[in-house]
């Protein structure tokens, strides 16, 4: 589709002010979509919407309307000696099919990133969230049609089985397919698919607690890393802990076992800490796990290197993290993990597209082609080469 940016920006704006009106609309459908879903299933927290929310939701819109462009940007630009004049340009991918499971923000976002970057988009939601991603694309084909944008140009499937093989094997009408889900979702997409595959992988998260790590700071960080958003991706999974930090094991532990994380830890991580029903010995199927929820697991490890192993084995190539005051550690971590985003010192819920400053995500890449880490307006553009002339033929 070709739109000039202010009418992008005007139509965001639309669906902003339409959205804040529609809050009770919108959050009758979605209690129609929870009524459905066990409240005790990890998807249950990320298909839930409140009014704050949806608030929050707007917030992100306005941020990406008031992006620049990411389209005909110029990349890099040169002139050969045979007098050729050569641009290499940013242009939209193309088509955007995106397939997602009990997450209706998604909806919003992966609208507003499509919109910004001059793709066209086909959406194919899950079941569990159709009454709220169906009021939702009402919303935006409304705004689309105020301010003279073709609607059809933004789809939603329906729910079922016949639709995601449609659009898995759409390759004359489809330019990139990215899945946004569980470990299951994508291993299935990425099978099946006879167009392009962006993925969005599951977050199999580790924070490595070093021997020279800060007690404080690590309490805070690791809390927050497992409670604040424990169903989303980037929430901590496994705790490393360095063996000669064990004693504070159950110092660094206490407000997540206040909160009710459920913890299985390994043999020596389970000798310290105190005996309840919340902490269990962890057995092999509680490392690489993808909890989504107020659980994790515990490994201690005798040095750096076993930490690395460790994460080497077990991670989705997501987000990591080290906590250490020791600046050659650090340094070493960082440089030799392999993932998505790296952290030291800090939370692994920043890996947001929001947080990174990117105003929403279409999803976390945890591949290497393409787009790795948060996906957003740059990650949605490809580009060409434009080459000007004067007659020039090649001998």
């Not at 989303?232 to 094991?249: A, K």
């Not at 077990?314 to 987000?319: A, D, I, L, P, V």
């Not at 945890?366 to 020039?392: D, F």
Request: net charge negative; hydrophobic share 40%.
């Amino acid at each position: 589709m070709a739109a000039d940016d202010a009418a992008i920006k005007q139509t965001l704006a639309s669906l902003v002010q339409i959205t804040l009106a529609e809050i009770p609309h919108i959050l009758t459908e979605n209690t129609s979509d929870l009524a459905m879903m066990d409240s005790d299933d990890p998807k249950y927290d990320r298909l839930k919407l409140t009014g704050e929310r949806i608030k929050g939701i707007c917030a992100e819109l306005t941020q990406v309307q008031n992006l620049p462009s990411p389209l005909d940007r110029i990349l890099e630009e040169k002139h050969l000696p045979n007098g050729l004049f050569l641009q290499k340009i940013t242009v939209p991918l193309g088509v955007l099919g995106v397939i997602y499971e009990a997450r209706p923000n998604v909806t919003f976002d992966v609208f507003a990133l499509a919109l910004k970057s001059g793709n066209g988009l086909i959406l194919k939601g899950g079941s569990d969230a159709d009454h709220s991603n169906r009021a939702i694309m009402s919303f935006i084909h409304r705004a689309l049609e105020e301010n003279g944008l073709p609607k059809d140009a933004f789809q939603l499937l329906p729910p079922d089985r016949e639709a995601t093989k449609a659009l898995l094997e759409a390759v004359d009408f489809v330019d990139v397919i990215i899945p946004r889900g569980s470990q299951g979702l994508i291993d299935f997409v990425r099978q099946n698919s006879k167009v392009p595959v962006i993925e969005t992988g599951a977050g199999i998260v580790h924070t490595f607690f070093d021997e020279s790590a800060d007690l404080k700071k690590g309490k805070a960080i690791i809390f927050n890393a497992k409670t604040r958003r424990p169903s989303v991706c980037n929430s901590l999974d496994c705790l490393i802990m360095h063996e000669s930090r064990l004693p504070d094991l159950q110092e660094l532990l206490k407000g997540l076992l206040e909160a009710g994380v459920k913890v299985y830890a390994d043999e020596k991580s389970f000798d310290v800490l105190p005996k309840s029903r919340l902490v269990e010995k962890a057995d092999e199927s509680h490392f690489g796990t993808e909890f989504l929820s107020l659980k994790m697991s515990v490994k201690t490890v005798a040095n750096l290197e076993e930490a690395l192993e460790h994460i080497a084995q077990f991670s989705s190539k997501h987000s990591e993290a080290i906590l250490s005051e020791d600046q050659k550690n650090i340094e070493y971590f960082l440089k030799s993990v392999d993932a998505a985003a790296v952290y030291a010192n800090a939370s692994t819920a920043f890996t947001d597209g929001n947080q990174f400053g990117l105003g929403a995500e279409i999803g976390i890449s945890t591949q290497k082609l393409h787009a790795r880490g948060p996906m957003a307006l740059n990650e949605l553009t490809s580009y060409k080469w434009v080459i000007k002339g004067n007659g020039q033929i090649r001998d």
